[in-house]
Nanobody, 114 residues
Framework: QVQLVESGGGLVQPGGSLRLSCAAS????????MGWYRQAPGKERELVAS???????NYVDSVKDRFTISRDNAKNTVYLQMNSLKPEDTAVYYC????????WGQGTQVTVSK
């Protein structure tokens, strides 16, 4: 059974930082491309950052230079370091694993507010 379990979300003030983690089980983690998506209320789910099996990374323009995606294949975990957070980063953040099919985590809420 495949499981992706996100953690690390919460409430943070503008300008603050959070680190999201996604622990994977039931897949050969090193063979999967991984991604972080987010969905704000009333908006479409969007890809925030992705990292391939070979650790090539890609970011949506709105988070470049603020967010960093990384992976630890020994721990079957992908991370999203989020710095200089803005209120518009508020969303539910989802972990995604993709190879021939994709899997999703349950999501973790990130709220950026005073």
């Amino acid at each position: 059974q495949v499981q992706l379990v996100e953690s690390g979300g919460g409430l943070v003030q503008p300008g603050g930082s959070l680190r999201l983690s996604c622990a994977a089980s039931g897949i050969i983690f090193s063979l999967y491309d991984m991604g972080w998506y987010r969905q704000a209320p009333g908006k479409e789910r969007e890809l925030v950052a992705s990292i391939t099996r070979s650790s090539s990374t890609n970011y949506v323009d709105s988070v470049k230079d603020r967010f960093t995606i990384s992976r630890d294949n020994a721990k079957n975990t992908v991370y999203l370091q989020m710095n200089s957070l803005k209120p518009e980063d508020t969303a539910v953040y989802y972990c995604n694993a993709y190879r021939w099919r994709e899997y999703w985590g349950q999501g973790t809420q990130v709220t950026v507010s005073k």
